[in-house]
């Protein structure tokens, strides 16, 4: 299995198609397109018989050029990567990072592959998908391509808990540029885990994330911010910025004001708790009979100060 991870923290599980299915596939796209071929053949000859032996030569090699690469080169760019041949075994080819292919993806991979599988009956790409990790032939290794299963049971990924209000923005000066992808699935990993770790094993994995983390972006951790709460802030720093590449400047989710922001031990009610934050109790409200509307009631008002009558003497 590889696994990609996206801007979002997001971890994507590619699972690189097995030689086995790849090669079915392959048959049958091989029996569809020289069904097309012999058939546009016969009806070309019948129809440039009266044509030189030079002319239906460069009508021969027209027609291999046409049919047999052109064909499939335009139907994966049409399809996204799903010729019949994969789309009956459930197969898809996406780039490197998970995305569609485009034209000049399907122009190396069809060029290459007339070589290593038309004019060597396969041999090199099977030689090729054997060696490489992840089963890919040369055409895929020139192209930046990638061929995956696509019907595969997708489970749902782990919600990722928002940091302390008191840390939005803190870190939007940092450099996440060199943050490896592998650190980035690490820090998620844990942040949708850590409420099921031990306390102490939890404890320690989020000091030696927030360490690594530190060193990667080449600024020391905050003294005051805990650990797991340090991981949270960062990571939505992280989905800002890709936010905000992708829309535009724009970005979702409103900003607590600074007006109402907590300090630094505040946490907040119903919110996620993190190791070393320590929510606060609300100030309990002070009873109604000691305030109105329109301020405290003067000290002959209380109902303190009444009689047991219920008369209040004149003043």
Avoid: N
């Avoid at 782990?158 to 992808?181: I, M, Q, T």
């Amino acid at each position: 299995m590889s696994e990609l991870v996206t801007g979002e923290a997001v971890a994507l599980e590619l699972r690189p198609a097995r030689l086995p299915s790849r090669a079915l596939a392959v048959l049958l796209d091989l029996i569809v397109v020289m069904a097309v071929y012999i058939a546009v053949t016969v009806a070309v000859v019948a129809a440039s018989a009266s044509l030189d032996d030079a002319a239906q030569v460069a009508l021969s090699i027209a027609l291999f050029l046409l049919v047999l690469v052109g064909g499939p080169i335009a139907v994966e760019t049409l399809s996204h990567g799903r010729s019949l041949g994969k789309l009956a075994v459930g197969l898809r080819v996406v780039r490197d990072d998970g995305g569609p292919i485009r034209f000049r993806h399907a122009l190396v991979r069809g060029a290459i592959g007339v070589v290593e599988i038309l004019l060597t009956f396969g041999v090199v790409a099977c030689i090729a998908s054997l060696v490489s990790a992840r089963g890919r032939r040369l055409g895929d290794v020139f192209a930046g391509t990638l061929v995956v299963r696509e019907r595969i049971p997708v489970a749902p990924s782990g919600f990722v808990p928002p940091p302390p209000p008191w840390l939005a923005g803190r870190f939007s000066e940092l450099d996440l540029s060199a943050v490896p992808d592998g650190l980035w699935l690490a820090i998620r990993q844990y942040l949708t885990r850590m409420h099921q770790l031990d306390p102490q094993v939890g404890s320690a994995m989020a000091e030696r994330l927030a360490a690594d983390l530190a060193t990667r972006t080449g600024a020391p951790a905050p003294r005051d911010v805990p650990p797991g709460a340090y991981l949270a802030a960062v990571v939505q720093e992280r989905q800002a910025r890709e936010s905000r590449r992708a829309f535009g400047g724009v970005t979702t989710g409103a900003v607590p004001s600074p007006a109402v922001v907590p300090g630094p031990g505040a946490g907040v009610q119903g919110g996620p708790a993190y190791p070393g934050v320590r929510p606060t109790a609300p100030p309990s409200p002070r009873p109604l009979s000691e305030e109105s509307s329109d301020g405290p009631r003067p000290p002959s008002a209380r109902p303190e100060d009444r009689p047991a009558s219920g008369f209040v003497p004149p003043a």
